[in-house]
């Protein structure tokens, strides 16, 4: 799947970002997660961008499937984040903020690249046993067994 887009500094970023997370989750059929990943990797982006302007450069936004489901990595040229931004400061800030939602929402989160690379994981599991019996009735009752003799 390797997704990969590069998020400029400019008025159109978050728009770039929020169009990229929709393009991922319709194109792997992660609906039901769009929500649970757009929030916190748009609000990373978004600290990123107030708190790390000027010397930030570009951001690389990259997804791709992991063993446990999909991970998200936010990478900057700037050493932005922190393994002691995951706890909880005295002074908040953006983007410690951000990173403490991320942190709820995403099942694991991970500093790479000594502070240059965020990575969320978001564990996906299959389709729901109930939601299963429902399609198998609905597939029983629409289309029935035709037996074909040559």
């Not at 990229?20 to 609000?43: F, K, Q, R, S, W």
């Not at 961008?49 to 930030?56: F, H, K, L, R, V």
């Not at 931004?85 to 989160?109: K, R, V, W, Y």
């Amino acid at each position: 799947m390797i997704e990969k887009t590069v998020i400029q500094n400019d008025s159109s970023a978050i728009r770039s970002v929020e169009d990229y997370i929709a393009a991922v989750c319709y194109e792997n059929h992660l609906d039901n997660y769009h929500a649970t990943i757009a929030v916190p990797v748009l609000g990373v982006v978004q600290a990123m961008i107030g708190d790390y302007s000027a010397d930030m450069g570009s951001i690389v936004l990259q997804s791709d499937y992991c063993r446990e489901g999909v991970f998200f990595n936010i990478t900057s040229s700037a050493d932005c984040f922190h393994r002691e931004d995951q706890g909880i400061e005295a002074s908040p800030t953006p983007l410690s903020d951000s990173l403490s939602l991320a942190g709820m929402l995403a099942d694991e989160m991970r500093v790479l690249d000594d502070g240059r690379t965020l990575q969320l994981i978001f564990h996906l599991r299959g389709i729901a046993a109930r939601e299963t019996e429902r399609r198998k009735c609905v597939l029983e009752k629409f289309y029935a067994k035709v037996l074909v003799e040559a």
